[in-house]
């Protein structure tokens, strides 16, 4: 946990997708720990009116920046005045820029040459100079929504995979309603998700993860999960009961009373 990265995401609550948040959040959580997220934006807006159940679900540490002039944003100086801040703290290894506006080309360009990773994150049309001045920069265009799938359809249909559904049931309880039930669907899908964005950033040149990455990373991503939450004491386990998601393999280490790692990667679609 020491040598995880500490990353400070800082949002342009007017210039980036709200609906797009927690994919971000997901995506960032395979680079390190992140420690600190604020969004800036004049609150009082009709336009940010929308943000206020997403940042209390999120967690998100919101910033008010009243604009002084009609017509004027403040938001932009009083995160670069943050950003700041926080790089003369020495606490943070990563910032996180969440905005597609290329006003934030220069404080992107100073924060990396006094030594923090700089991950950009923003839609197509970010200007490339701000694409440029960053180490990393993360399209929003391909980062996917939380929505509802069409698992529960798939269940009343009769096409659900059986042994997802048993998991389900199991982790709702007996007495579980559809609710229940459709809300522990969503969750499991949520960490079906999760694990695949791990094994696309961390899987070796076989194209198989450790299960041990991948769970810090869940960790990161979803704090509230564990595989007790499904019957199972192991991430391993876990796997094991979805045959038709994963391929897993064990890998002995050399020498005597050298542990076993488990290895997976995602099967096709």
Not at 219 to 240: E, M, N
């Amino acid at each position: 946990m020491e040598n995880t990265p500490k990353i400070a995401v800082l949002i342009d609550a007017d210039n980036t997708q709200l609906t797009k948040m927690e994919g971000v959040f997901h995506e960032l959580s395979t680079y390190g720990r992140i420690v600190v997220k604020k969004a800036f934006g004049n609150w009082k807006k009709q336009s940010l009116k929308n943000w206020e159940e997403e940042v209390k679900r999120l967690a998100i540490k919101t910033e008010q920046q009243f604009d002084y002039v009609s017509g004027k944003n403040t938001t932009d100086i009083a995160m670069v005045i943050e950003a700041m801040d926080m790089l003369h703290s020495n606490m943070y290894d990563t910032f996180a820029l969440v905005s597609s506006d290329s006003d934030f080309t220069p404080l992107a360009i100073r924060l990396r040459a006094d030594g923090a990773y700089i991950i950009g994150v923003g839609e197509s049309k970010t200007p490339e100079a701000f694409r440029n001045a960053c180490d990393d920069f993360l399209l929003l265009d391909f980062v996917s929504v939380e929505s509802e799938d069409k698992s529960a359809e798939e269940e009343e249909s009769g096409e659900a995979d059986v042994a997802e559904t048993d998991v389900i049931k199991k982790a709702a309880g007996a007495s579980a309603g559809k609710n229940e039930i459709r809300k522990k669907r969503h969750e499991l899908n949520e960490v079906h998700k999760l694990l695949r964005i791990a094994w696309e950033r961390y899987q070796d040149e076989d194209g198989f993860v450790n299960t041990a990455s991948a769970g810090n990373y869940l960790k990161r991503a979803k704090p509230d999960f564990t595989p007790f939450s499904y019957g199972y004491s192991k991430l391993s386990d876990f796997l094991k009961a979805f045959p038709k998601k994963y391929e897993l393999k064990s890998v002995r280490g050399k020498g005597k009373g050298s542990s076993t790692a488990v290895f997976y990667r995602c099967r096709k679609r």
